[in-house]
Nanobody
Framework: VQLQASGGGLVQPGESLRLSCAAP????????MGWYRQAPGKQRELVAV???????DYADSVKGRFTISIDNAKKMVYLQMNSLKPEDTAVYYC???????????WGQGTLVTVSS
């Protein structure tokens, strides 16, 4: 199963972007799906997660601005990002973690640049 992230780009502060992650073959009821990001010179960090049970959680820095969602029929995971800030600039990665297994899959990253 190959995760495929897309939707990154260059936007100005305050604008919005929606990232998409194609997750063919993933059974969302047994995977926690997450979006991570890695800024230059920094460690990869968790941005948002939606659990196998449908619960969501967000990094404090994006709460109220970002929303993670799933379209089970299309096998897609989305990250709606509003009110973007320059500090949101990073490569964003999607991740599928099989619950209670320690196993996870990563997609290739998509670059988000927020700059005026």
């Amino acid at each position: 199963v190959q995760l495929q992230a897309s939707g990154g780009g260059l936007v100005q502060p305050g604008e919005s972007l929606r990232l998409s992650c194609a997750a063919p073959g993933i059974i969302f009821s047994i995977y926690d799906m997450g979006w991570y990001r890695q800024a230059p010179g920094k460690q990869r960090e968790l941005v948002a997660v939606i659990t196998s049970g449908g619960n969501t959680d967000y990094a404090d820095s994006v709460k109220g601005r970002f929303t993670i969602s799933i379209d089970n029929a299309k096998k897609m995971v989305y990250l709606q990002m509003n009110s973007l800030k320059p500090e949101d600039t990073a490569v964003y990665y999607c991740n599928a973690a099989l619950v209670r297994s320690g196993l996870s899959r990563w997609g290739q990253g998509t670059l988000v640049t927020v700059s005026s």
